[in-house]
C-alpha cells in the first residue's frame, strides 16, 4: 500500500489532528472536518439539541420529486384520509400504493415519483375474496408489482404476550417489516384496527403519535385511513368530522377526506384539510370530483373535474330541518345522550340541546 492509500485510511480524528499540527484549518477545512467525525445522536439523550442554525447546513440533496400523491400527500409525511364508510377509501389507498410501486402517473394531474419503491398496504378491511373480487374477473387478474405488499392480521401469531402493551407489540411487528422488506412507504387501512382499549379516542391518538416516532426514526411516509362518524350532508367537510377530530389531526403533517356528492349520484370530492408541505389548492372552492369505475379488472377512482365543494352538499330545506328534528326527538324519547345524538345526526351539540329544549318547553 503506497502513502497516498494510506492517508486515505487514516481515520478522520488523525486527519484533523495532523492537519492542526501543521497549522491553523481554514473554515472549508474545519467544516468538512467536523462533519466526517460527527457521532451519532446520544441514545440515552430524550433530545437532540443543536443551533438553530446547524439544522440549515445539512448536505443532504431534496427529494427531485417529494409528491406521493399530488399536494395530498408528500414524502416524508404522515397523513390522514378519512371518509364515511363504503365511500372509497379503500379503493383510492389501494390505487395510489399501486401506482407508487410501479413508478407510473396515477391520477391526472396528480403527479407521483417516477421512480418505483415498495410500498406495504396494511388491510385490516376487506378479506382475501373481496380483495380478489375488486382486483380480478372471471377471466382476468390484475398484475401487481412486487413492490407492493399487502399485509393482513395472522390469526395464529402468539407474540402479543411478550410485550406490556398491544401498541408495543404493534409497533414491534411494524418495525421487524420494515426491516424485513426495507420499505419506507406506509398505508395503513385503517387506524381503528390497530388501537386496543375501551376510549377509542385515547387508542388513535396513541398510535398516532407511535407511527410520528417511527416515521421520524425510519424516514418513512404513512398514509393513515381513517372513518368519520355520521355527518351532515349539507356541511362542508371539515377536520371536526375526523373521528376523534382535533386530536388526531395534530399529530398528523398533512389530511384530505373523501366527501359523496348528494347532488349527482354515483360521484366523489376530494378535499384536502390539512398540509403543511403542499399547497391549498383544493379547499372548498376547488375540490376534485371522481367517479369509481372498474375497467377490465381493477377497480379504481377516475378524476372528471373540479367544482365548487356547495355544489355537491344536499340542499338545507325547510323538510330537511324537520326530518331532522323529528329524528332528534326520536332517539331522545329512547333515552340517547346529547352527545350520542350529536354524533349520530352529524350536528353539533349546540344544535341538539336547542332542540331537546325547544321540543321540551313545547309539551
Known amino acids: ?20 499540527a501543521r497549522g491553523a484549518l481554514s473554515a472549508k477545512q474545519k467544516k ?8 451519532p445522536p446520544d441514545t440515552r439523550e430524550a433530545f437532540i439539541i443543536k443551533p438553530a442554525s446547524q439544522w440549515l447546513q445539512s448536505d443532504e440533496q431534496p427529494h427531485d420529486n417529494q409528491c406521493l400523491f399530488g399536494d395530498f400527500w408528500y414524502r416524508d409525511e404522515l397523513c390522514i384520509l378519512f371518509a364515511d364508510t363504503n365511500v372509497g377509501k379503500s379503493i383510492l389507498a389501494v390505487q395510489i400504493g399501486d401506482a407508487l410501486s410501479k413508478g407510473e402517473p396515477l391520477l391526472h394531474p396528480f403527479e407521483t415519483p417516477p421512480q ?3 410500498v406495504l398496504y396494511f388491510d385490516f378491511e376487506l378479506s382475501a375474496q373481496q380483495f380478489e373480487k ?22 395464529h401469531a402468539t407474540g402479543q404476550k411478550r410485550f406490556n402493551s398491544y401498541a408495543e407489540y404493534m409497533n414491534n411487528a411494524i ?7 426495507g420499505a419506507r412507504t406506509l398505508i395503513i387501512d385503517n387506524i381503528t384496527c390497530l388501537r386496543t382499549g375501551t376510549e377509542a379516542t385515547a387508542g388513535a391518538v396513541s398510535l398516532m403519535r407511535n407511527l410520528q416516532t417511527i416515521k421520524q426514526k425510519y424516514g418513512l411516509s404513512i398514509l393513515v385511513l381513517a372513518h368519520t362518524p355520521k355527518r351532515n350532508p349539507a356541511r362542508p367537510i371539515t377536520r371536526n368530522d375526523l373521528q376523534g377530530s382535533k386530536m388526531l389531526i395534530n399529530f398528523a403533517d398533512s389530511a ?64 330537511h330541518r324537520r326530518d331532522t ?23 353539533s351539540r349546540m344544535a341538539v340541546h336547542r332542540v331537546v329544549k325547544r321540543l321540551g318547553e313545547e309539551m
Open 116 to 118: 418505483a419503491q415498495k
Open 175 to 181: 418495525e421487524n417489516v420494515l426491516v424485513s422488506t
Open 32 to 39: 468538512k472536518m467536523e462533519q466526517e467525525i460527527e457521532r
Open 325 to 347: 328534528e323529528r329524528h332528534i326527538q326520536l332517539l331522545h324519547s329512547q333515552g340517547r345522550s346529547i352527545r350520542f345524538i350529536a354524533d349520530e345526526m352529524g350536528v
Open 256 to 319: 384530505f377526506a373523501i366527501g359523496e356528492s348528494q347532488t349527482q349520484a354515483g360521484l366523489r370530492y376530494l378535499k384536502q384539510i390539512k398540509q403543511r408541505s403542499g399547497q391549498q389548492l383544493y379547499g372548498t372552492a376547488n375540490v376534485c370530483l371522481f367517479r369509481v369505475v372498474k375497467p377490465l379488472n381493477f377497480l379504481k377512482m377516475e378524476f372528471i373535474d373540479n367544482a365548487a365543494e356547495a355544489a355537491h352538499l344536499m340542499a338545507y330545506t325547510e323538510q
Open 1 to 20: 500500500m503506497n502513502y497516498d492509500q494510506l492517508t486515505n485510511h487514516r481515520p478522520a480524528e488523525i486527519e484533523l489532528i495532523r492537519d492542526m
Open 134 to 155: 375488486r382486483y380480478s374477473t372471471r377471466h382476468s387478474r390484475y398484475v401487481f408489482s412486487d413492490n407492493f405488499y399487502r399485509l393482513v392480521f395472522n390469526p
